[in-house]
């Protein structure tokens, strides 16, 4: 059985709430606001969408807004001190277990709404935390189940809800993802249906023993600087555990010229899959001098931490390209102005020359 504990506050549209009080600092995990837009509206009960019109991409400015919130309240209390733990449902559990998740939902609309709850499928890929579109289902998320499935709030209102996970006796050992989904729905005044939704994500590891292990490794520190003269740090960074990650941390600049540093610079790596690899780019301030500097990139996905330390330039700022501008014009009209000045001093030369040589023979 896995014992929870409290996780946070009411539920929040965009914001992950508190972590618990007297926690240890922990590095910042990344802000990811689960949105999309499905094409079908609900009906309450569970994979059983009803076809509807294509969602409006951008709602009425008049219309009443489909915003919603939903907040994650319990955490294994194994994983106090894992900070994604505190954001999304991770575990890890045994063939046949029944885990149990409260969460709290918040209509944050200006009128009265109708919120459905649901769970759906989700995948981590190289391009990261993958949601599928509307209620598609998986494996996991057809072990889940939301109570109530809809419940009508008014603005503000928040609803507690039970989100029960049983995994089945015979289901193979591995990791598998998905989404818990807050929606509403609501129609402008020109007839098109807007959809808002929100969701938590799922990580959920199933086989025998503990826990598998969860693991990273980071590449050298490398500077360079773009065309436009931002200086940019890059790293490699590689999975080398057995779970997927979610990748932030902070970047610290030292020993800089004339003992200047910088930072810290908030990174956010994104998701990271298993046996996955991605490039962290960190742009930073286009007035930083070249270096070299002592670089420190710290990095964490939840209570697994690592490092990583070196010198780096970032090379002089690129000179602006002359711009081609056509001085034709400009350049005839300085060779036609000096060919007048010399024809003139010519003819005042000749002239005063001539008024020499006259002077002489008139007297005579």
């Known amino acids: 059985m896995t014992v929870v504990v409290a996780a946070g506050a009411p539920a929040s549209a965009a914001q992950p709430g508190p972590a618990f009080a007297g926690r240890p600092p922990v590095l910042a995990e990344p802000q990811v606001p689960e949105a999309d837009v499905p ?29 919603v919130g939903i907040r994650l309240l319990d955490a294994p209390v ?13 575990d890890h559990v045994r063939p046949g277990t029944t885990i149990k998740r409260r969460i ?34 998986n494996e996991l998320s057809s072990w889940i189940d939301v109570e109530p499935a809809q419940e009508v709030l008014a603005p503000d209102e928040e609803v507690e809800a039970l989100v029960t996970i049983a995994v089945p006796r015979r289901a193979e050992a591995g990791e598998r993802y998905a ?3 807050a929606e509403v729905a609501g129609v402008d005044g020109q007839n098109v249906r807007n959809v808002g939704r929100a969701g938590i994500r799922v990580y959920l590891s199933v086989g025998p023993g503990g826990e598998p292990p969860s693991g990273f490794e980071i590449g050298p520190l490398t500077g ?14 590689r999975n080398t555990g057995r779970r997927a990650l979610d990748l932030a941390g902070e970047l610290r600049l030292a020993e800089g010229p004339g003992g200047l540093s910088a930072g810290p610079v908030k990174v956010e790596a994104g998701t990271l899959a298993l046996d996955g690899s991605t490039t962290v780019r960190v742009a930073l301030d286009r007035r930083l001098p070249d270096g070299p500097w002592a670089a420190k990139l710290d990095l964490a996905s939840g209570w697994t931490k690592r490092s990583a330390t070196g010198r780096v330039s970032f090379g002089p700022v690129p000179v602006a ?31 005063r020359r001539r008024a020499r040589i006259r002077q002489p023979v008139e007297a005579a």
Request: charged share 25%.
């Open 39 to 67: 094409a079908v509206e609900p009906d309450g009960r569970k994979g059983s969408p009803r076809p509807s019109a294509r969602p409006s991409a951008q709602p009425s400015p008049a219309a009443p807004s489909t915003t």
């Open 224 to 237: 360079e600087r773009e065309k436009d003269g931002t200086p940019v740090l890059t790293a490699q960074v």
């Open 78 to 90: 194994e994983r106090r001190d894992d900070t994604r733990a505190h954001k999304y449902i991770v």
């Open 104 to 137: 709290m939902v918040q209509n944050s609309s200006e009128i009265r709404r109708t919120v459905a709850l649901y769970s759906a499928a989700a995948d981590v890929t190289n391009k990261g935390f993958v949601l599928a579109p509307d209620r598609t289902e």
């Open 321 to 351: 390209a002359t711009s081609a501008v056509d001085r034709s014009g400009q350049v005839l009209t300085g060779g036609l102005t000096t060919s007048g000045l010399v024809l003139l001093l010519f003819a005042v030369y000749a002239y």
């Open 179 to 181: 989404v818990i989904w």
